[in-house]
């Protein structure tokens, strides 16, 4: 298999260099070059073990790895996830389900793509024989899981920047308390935006970025996605046969990585009715699926689910690629015209597997209560999203895509109990070790020339 850029310049590659590159050299998304088929024994047995199915769904796009280390690398990333299936189905009542995606290391899904992420790079190191240094920025959960997934490997740091005060307590201290030697967490005073823009600064300039040796770690990374898509087929392989049909998934969502992952799986013959994307009040793809129009807006309103608020749905490009008939001077024409003019009315859209729901702060912490009341179960306030307008006449799997006591006052508010968890108690007993640095890009490049790998 190979992947090409969305903007449909260059020649195609393989797995691991669209890996390395993240990015294309022309600014596009890299995607599959073709949509390949579910293998169709996957949608009738019963449920695999998740590191035999991960390696049944990439073996269809990585033609890089022999069958033997991809073996090994979905071990390694997925083979000591706290509980055994990784991504379970709960059954909430007769046609309702939650798919637990917290059960990785930092407890929130994105340990799926970034473990394996962690495995990649180590390899990639071995086979290079170059050292790395990962840089990024982080509202929270993204840059925790990045942590875990390269904590103590050989030839890799790891520097995040995040705003000093403005991410959870227990986010922060899933960054600061590994003890690992190669991992350097940056508060930064400002927001998350500014923690990305010097990101992008260091990152843009090519030379520093060659010099410096930089990697990114960013959920456009076509690895992450790929991951993603694996546990859609698992959560329906948990199914019972009868009840796999008219399945909805309900996908808490900010930049359509998410969804697109779970888009994937339906276009290589996974049978789903709907895709419902969930948003909160920073709300650019509800208005999209309700309008046809993306339009991003000017500010991003901080609210009870930080890790969705965002102001551009990166991973949309992806989207739009595939609806332009995998046309890249479309796309790229289309990306241009969202740049300058910051809206594209989407021609011929016609969403029809995608519905969209949004909830605003009160909407979420009424959605926790009545999940708690009804069922007995606690969401966390991304999840909470999820649970907005659910069709009682459809089988429905909504995605927990993050463990309730990561959002311990949330929770609180919601319900007025306490959360815990234990990983997450013991991590409040550890030292937390931390880099304050000058927010601009020329104190993060001496901190990163002095402390690179
Ligand atoms: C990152 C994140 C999301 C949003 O993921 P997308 O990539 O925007 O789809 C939702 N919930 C949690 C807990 C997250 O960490």
């Given at each position: 298999m190979k992947f090409v850029s969305t903007r449909g310049t260059g020649e195609p590659v393989g797995f691991f260099e669209a890996f390395a590159n993240g990015?294309?050299?022309?600014?596009g998304l890299y995607v599959p070059e073709y949509t390949p088929l579910l293998p169709s024994d996957l949608l009738i047995d019963e449920a695999l073990p998740y590191p035999a199915l991960a390696w049944d769904f990439l073996t269809l796009f990585d033609s890089d790895h022999d069958a033997e280390d991809l073996i090994s690398l979905v071990d390694k990333s997925y083979g000591d996830f706290s509980d055994t299936m990784s991504a379970p189905l709960t059954q909430l009542s007769a046609n309702l389900y939650v798919l637990e995606l917290f059960h990785g290391p930092t407890l929130a899904f994105k340990d799926f793509g970034l473990q394996l992420v962690g495995n990649l790079f180590e390899e990639q190191i071995k086979r290079t024989g170059e050292t790395i240094n990962v840089l990024g920025a982080t509202s929270g959960d993204t840059g925790s899981a990045a942590i875990h997934g390269l904590?103590?490997?050989?030839g890799v740091n790891v520097f995040i920047l995040y705003p000093k005060g403005r991410i959870s307590k227990l986010q922060e201290r899933q960054m600061t308390?590994?003890?690992?030697?190669?991992i350097f967490p940056i508060p930064i005073e400002g927001t998350f935006d500014d923690a990305q823009r010097i990101v992008k600064e260091l990152m843009g300039d090519l030379d520093l970025k060659e010099k410096l040796r930089l990697s990114a770690v960013n959920s456009i990374n076509i690895a992450r996605i790929l991951a993603q898509s694996i546990y859609y087929v698992h959560a329906f392989m948990q199914l019972a046969p009868d009840d796999r049909h008219n399945v909805n998934f309900v996908v808490p969502t900010g930049n359509f990585g998410n969804v697109f992952a779970g888009w994937l799986a339906y276009k290589m013959?996974?049978?789903?009715?709907r895709f419902v994307v969930a948003t909160n009040q920073n709300d650019i793809l509800y208005r999209l699926f309700t309008t046809g129009e993306y339009s991003e807006s000017e500010d991003v309103s901080p609210s009870f689910a930080p890790s969705m608020d965002?102001?551009?749905?990166?991973?949309f490009e992806r989207f739009l690629y595939f609806h332009s008939d995998q046309d890249g001077d479309k796309t790229t024409e289309l990306m241009a015209k969202i740049k300058t003019e910051g809206s594209l009315e989407i021609p011929n859209f016609d969403p029809d597997i995608f519905t969209a729901t949004r909830s605003d702060d009160a909407e979420i912490l009424a959605n926790i209560s009545r999940v708690k009341e009804e069922f007995d179960y606690t969401v966390d306030p991304h999840t909470a999203?999820?649970?907005?307008?659910?069709?009682?006449?459809q089988t429905t799997i909504v995605l927990a895509t993050a463990h309730p006591a990561k959002f311990p006052e949330v929770i609180k508010k919601a319900t007025g109990e306490a959360v815990t968890e234990d990983s997450l108690e013991a991590l409040k007993k550890k030292r937390q070790k931390r880099h304050n640095l000058k927010a601009t890009p020329a104190a993060i490049q001496a901190f990163i020339e002095k402390n690179s790998a």
């Open positions: 990015l294309a050299p022309d600014g904590a103590g490997r050989e308390c590994t003890g690992a030697k190669n013959g996974l049978p789903v009715d965002i102001q551009v749905a990166s991973n999203c999820g649970f907005q307008d659910i069709d009682p006449n």
